[in-house]
């Protein structure tokens, strides 16, 4: 196993355990048309914890599904850089004996079975927050890997919030959105209302081919979406009521939120692939993020992790499942999100009809 990597572009980085090689212009032309179908998200809340603790859940979980592509959120690994120095967001922190422990513990899990057979991008936040990873299986190529809001920048998000992979047919995006907060300040209500802004012009800049937008959304859409509507909606924070109505409520469940997410769909026309196979409300399994077991959020339970797919992919969507369910965070993994799955079928005239998944 190589210790080091080598980034595949400028603007981006790709670590794997086998030798990596330079993906925008000396891969195999053959292989750029292959088309990825079947992927997988999940909001690690670390993980860096989840390689210690509860990597044999996961890998079983990875092994079964065989996804093509993997969307990590929440890395929680810092950026290389000493301190005070500029950070390098595409690559892991290794200047220190703590560090270069951590990166070991977390390249090792990744280079064990099924996971060497990816590639691996990241965009980390300068300390352990935030920080997003790409996981695509190495027969598939990305024609460019870009880390940015702003398509004319190649620069990385700040804390490391999205990895944006182009291929042959369709983009992937992940995404780890920010969390709204609760007050009307420049790191809460305002900081999330500038993201979602640069969000929906990024999405129509992206329209001219099929898009898979995943990740930790950090927004229920509707009432369906939560467990507990009254409770989120009346949540407040030490009795704060912010100055418009609209930002009241759980962070991820006020009214401006919502309506700028139904937005981004709509304008943007994307279909929530989840919702389209799953009509009803499931108390078991039908949300992706849960509260602690322990205190007044147990069984509180919230779903803010998505695939958003391109309607001209619409037909082709075979199945969207959540892998974990109770208030008890089963098939959590540790996490206090659940892994989500989407399968696509193939682009020909025999793809598999829509079947809702159990």
């Known amino acids: 196993m190589k210790r080091f990597f080598q980034p595949i572009q400028k603007d981006g ?4 355990p086998a030798l990596s090689t330079n993906a925008d212009n000396e891969e195999d032309d053959t292989e750029l048309g292959k088309e990825p179908l079947k992927f997988l998200t999940w909001n690690a809340n670390s993980l860096l914890l989840r390689a210690k603790n509860n990597w044999s859940e996961f890998t079983k979980l990875v092994t079964s599904l065989d996804p093509d592509i993997i969307a990590i959120q929440e890395v929680r690994m810092p950026a290389a850089g000493s301190k005070g120095a500029p950070k390098n967001q595409g690559e892991l922190k290794d200047d220190t004996n703590a560090s270069r422990e951590e990166k070991k513990v977390l390249m090792r899990a990744l280079s064990s079975p099924p996971f060497g057979n990816y590639r691996v991008w990241w965009s980390l936040s300068d300390s352990k927050y935030a920080g997003t990873a790409l996981l695509v299986k190495q027969c598939f190529k990305p024609k460019k890997i870009s880390f940015s809001l702003d398509t004319a920048v190649k620069k990385h998000e700040p804390d490391g919030r999205l990895i944006l992979a182009e291929f042959e047919s369709l983009r992937f995006m ?8 609760w007050k009307e300040e420049e790191t809460s209500f305002i900081r999330r209302r500038k993201w979602d802004k640069k969000m929906l012009e990024l999405v129509l800049q ?7 937008w995943t990740g930790d959304l950090n927004v229920s859409h509707e009432d369906i979406d939560v467990s507990h509507p009254d409770f989120f909606a009346a949540a407040k924070m030490n009795g704060y009521i912010p100055p418009n109505k609209e930002d009241c409520g759980q962070p ?24 389209l196979l799953h009509q009803e409300k499931d108390m078991d399994c039908g949300f992706s993020w849960s509260g ?18 391109s309607e001209k992919f619409k037909d082709r969507i075979v199945s969207c499942k959540m892998h974990g369910h109770g208030v008890e965070l089963e098939g959590f993994c540790g996490s206090d999100h659940c892994p ?7 682009n020909s005239s025999d793809s598999t009809p829509n079947e809702a998944s159990n």
């Open 252 to 275: 991820g469940f006020t009214i401006s939120e919502r309506k700028r997410f139904g937005t981004i769909l709509k304008e943007g026309k994307l279909v929530d692939a989840y919702r």
């Open 340 to 346: 989500v799955s989407l399968e696509l079928a193939p």
């Open 174 to 181: 992940n995404t780890y959105v920010p969390n709204n907060g």
């Open 206 to 212: 992206l329209s001219d081919k099929p898009l898979i």
């Open 292 to 309: 602690n077991p322990v205190g007044k959020y147990r069984g509180k339970r919230m779903r803010i992790d998505y695939f958003l797919v």
């Open 13 to 16: 980085s790709s670590k794997k």
